[in-house]
């Protein structure tokens, strides 16, 4: 397999799968540019080695062409920080685009528009009335796969190497985040923050140092299951905490008022726990929690304990005696894996749990436990709250990253290995 830091890019045309998916605002302005700063170790690379850019990507979820997600909104931005004016190619299928990756220099850049305002980006097909027989629903499956395949080759066309940087799509066997490394069988390689991501995740699925603690927070259990079934096979503790919590406990009988609940998850959540004991697992939950008579900043609050609450009232955050409790746990860990969020962080009043599950992590990083925060809200909190530089790796990809910490192959990373 072709590695970046030994690929020689004199003279090359690099074709790089980035996720600049950023989110925008009205005025089309970046309000976290995270993803596109990552991107860049593996842009200058290319550069440095003598190598010119084709950048692609996605930007929101288009149903065709519109301005709104365009990703000429963020070429200010791409420019800033790679230190260089870029091309940027208004169709990424448009002659424009064959032609300027043609002529391209070294250290010159290119970027495509949006890659979905093609549905064969995707390879699904779009505008398809509801009521559509099987049968039509099928043939328009197949066009759109022929269709694909042509999009593909073209993509391909325009370079002679292709990087796949972008681990929050590698879940998704996309044309150019998976599709197309078959056209460059000795010249396709993973950029840094897809290396960056895999030794992360590895370093808690593979390699890990016991104890291994694993926080899980957030809303559904029903979006959690995958991974706390494997998870159960690498970790020494679970910490459930968040909305999903409630679901254990009213299953085990407790009394949740208004709390999150998920009814039909109720029979899996007594399995896992019988699964948890046959695995020698430790599960820790809240003892006490914070409730709230309103799912509302402005709410009144109250402590008790997390199978006593009384009707009208809901579990918004983790109590000062439950993060006490799970303190204790994860000061005697040697590594940590954090998803989701241990209240209703978004919240002022009920972001006090999460806070300090994300400040307890930065110290004990700083102790030499190796410390893994990922998943969507995980991250929006600590990146919130001023901790992401403080934990070992923060993960940037949601989707992709539970499905690989659930042990499924990413075609991402597949069609790069295989
Ligand atoms: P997830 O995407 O499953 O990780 O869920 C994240 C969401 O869970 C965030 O929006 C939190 O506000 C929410 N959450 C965490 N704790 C609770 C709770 N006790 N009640 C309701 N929602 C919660």
Redesign the pocket.
């Known amino acids: 397999m072709q590695k970046i830091d030994n690929y020689d890019f004199t003279g090359k045309r690099a074709i790089v799968r980035v996720d600049f998916n950023v989110p925008l605002n009205e005025q089309f302005q970046i309000t976290d540019d995270t993803r596109i700063r990552a991107a860049i170790p593996t842009l200058k690379k290319v550069l440095a080695g003598g190598g010119s850019l084709i950048i692609m990507s996605h930007l929101g979820r288009p149903k065709g062409p519109t301005d709104k997600y365009s990703l000429k909104h963020i070429i200010p931005a791409i420019e800033e920080k790679l230190g260089t004016r870029i091309k940027f190619a208004p169709d990424c299928m448009g002659t424009e685009a064959e032609e300027i990756s043609k002529n391209l220099k070294p250290g010159e850049v290119l970027l495509l528009e949006n890659l979905r305002f093609y549905a064969e980006e995707e390879g699904k097909p779009r505008g398809l009335a509801e009521d559509v027989t099987e049968e039509v629903k099928k043939a328009a499956k197949a066009e759109i796969k022929e269709k694909q395949k042509e999009f593909t080759k073209r993509l391909a066309s325009y370079a002679d190497c292709y990087i796949n940087d972008a681990f929050g799509t590698a879940h998704r066997a996309h044309a150019s985040t998976a599709l197309i490394a078959k056209y460059f069988p000795n010249d396709k390689m993973f950029g840094y923050v897809m290396e960056s991501e895999i030794v992360a995740i590895d370093k808690v699925l593979k390699t890990p140092a016991h104890p291994v603690t694993a926080i899980l927070?957030?809303?559904?259990v029903s979006?959690?299951i995958g991974i706390i079934e494997k998870l159960f096979d690498v970790v020494d503790n679970m910490i459930i905490?968040?909305?999903?919590a409630?679901t254990f406990v009213k299953a085990q009988g407790g009394k949740i008022g208004k709390?999150?609940c998920e009814d039909d998850q109720m029979e899996l959540a007594l399995s896992i726990l019988e699964k948890a004991k046959a695995k020698n697992v430790k599960l820790f939950y809240s003892g006490e929690v914070v409730i709230a008579d309103d799912f509302s900043n402005d709410a009144n609050t109250k402590v008790c304990p997390s199978n006593e609450i009384p009707d009208g009232w809901?579990?918004?955050?983790a109590s000062e005696s439950s993060i006490k409790e799970w303190e204790k746990v994860i000061r005697a860990s040697k590594t940590i894996l954090w998803?989701?969020?241990?209240?209703?962080?978004?919240m002022e009043k009920f972001a006090v749990g999460t806070k300090k599950i994300a400040a307890i992590l930065a110290d004990v990083t700083k102790e030499g436990v190796f410390t893994l925060v990922g998943?969507?809200?995980?991250v929006a909190a600590v990146t919130q709250m001023g901790f992401a530089d403080k934990v070992s790796y923060v993960s940037t990809g949601g989707g992709a990253m539970l499905e690989y910490l659930e042990g499924l192959e990413l075609p991402g990373i597949k069609a790069i290995k295989e």
Request: aromatic share 6%; glycine share 34%.
């Open positions: 927070g957030g809303a559904k979006s959690k905490g968040g909305g999903m409630y709390s999150l809901e579990g918004m955050d998803n989701g969020p241990v209240g209703v962080f978004e998943g969507g809200d995980s």
